[in-house]
Nanobody
C-alpha cells in the first residue's frame, strides 16, 4: 500500500484547505486512517482519525470543531477539511494507515504506512 497526500498550500488565517490522501491497493477500506502533522522544530502530532466505515471519528483537541476527516472508500481516498485555519496549524501534514481496524488511535506507533506529507502554510 502506498499513500499520496496532496492539497497543501498557502492560506491566510481564517481560511480553509482540503487535504486528500489517495491510497493504492484493494484493502484500503478495511483500515482506520489518520492524519498527523509536524511543525518545524516540533514533534509529529496526531490530528484526526476515522474508522473504516467513516462512522466514527476522533480529533485532537486543538482542531476539534474546525477540522473534519472523511473518507470515500470507492475512491480509496481520505480527506481532511480544515476550516478557520490558524498560524499554529502550519505544518507538514501526513496521512497514515493504522495497524488495526477496530479502535481509533492517536498513537503514532500504531500506524504502519505513511504518506510523504503535504505542506500547509498559514499566514497571519
Amino acid at each position: 500500500v502506498q499513500l499520496q497526500a496532496s492539497g497543501g498550500g498557502l492560506v491566510q488565517a481564517g481560511g480553509s484547505l482540503r487535504l486528500s490522501c489517495a491510497a493504492s491497493g484493494r484493502t484500503f477500506s478495511r483500515y482506520i486512517m489518520g492524519w498527523f502533522r509536524q511543525a518545524p522544530g516540533r514533534e509529529r502530532e496526531f490530528v484526526a482519525a476515522i474508522t473504516w466505515s467513516g462512522g466514527s471519528t476522533y480529533y485532537a483537541d486543538s482542531v476539534k470543531g474546525r477540522f473534519t476527516i472523511s473518507r470515500d472508500n470507492a475512491k480509496n481516498t481520505v480527506y481532511l477539511q480544515m476550516n478557520s485555519l490558524k498560524p499554529e496549524d502550519a505544518a507538514v501534514y501526513y496521512c497514515a494507515r493504522a495497524l488495526g481496524s477496530a479502535v481509533l488511535t492517536s498513537r503514532e506507533y500504531e500506524y504502519d504506512v505513511w504518506g510523504q506529507g503535504t505542506l500547509v502554510t498559514v499566514s497571519s
